[in-house]
């Protein structure tokens, strides 16, 4: 079992600003599992938004997201990030960090086996 939990959320009041996500692990070793974020908005589907492979070396990026996002972990500290630059509106969601342990395909949330509990970001405009 790997538990995950997210922090970091919140309120951005205007349109641009910034938030730093984070998704602490405990359990089973975290340097063997790929990480994802993921998120949701009201009355829409689950979306896929960064993720990072185990080492850390590859990441990979939602068209909505690239260039604005970015992911990246620390092994060490058994926890990957996602720092959100330039938040809009259309960013409002919760947001959750996810753990799966092998390859496919790195969009796919059925592919991850862990889930934490989600973190809430609102972007006023």
């Known amino acids: 079992q790997v538990q995950l939990v997210e922090s970091g959320g919140g309120l951005v009041q205007q349109a641009g600003g910034s938030l730093r996500l984070s998704c602490a692990a405990s359990g089973r070793t975290f340097s063997n599992y790929n990480m994802g974020w993921f998120r949701q908005a009201p009355g829409k589907e689950r979306e896929f938004v960064a993720a990072?492979?185990?080492?850390?070396?590859?990441?990979y990026y939602a068209d909505s997201v690239e260039g604005r996002f970015s992911i990246s972990r620390d092994n060490a500290k058994n926890t990957v990030y996602l720092q959100m630059n330039s938040l809009r509106p259309e960013d409002t969601a919760v947001y959750y960090c996810?753990?799966?342990?092998?390859?496919?395909?790195?969009?796919?949330?059925?592919?991850?086996?862990?889930w934490g509990q989600g973190t809430q970001v609102t972007v006023s405009s």
């Open positions: 996810a753990a799966r342990g092998g390859p496919g395909d790195y969009t796919e949330g059925s592919q991850y086996h862990y």
């Open positions: 990072i492979s185990w080492s850390g070396r590859n990441t």
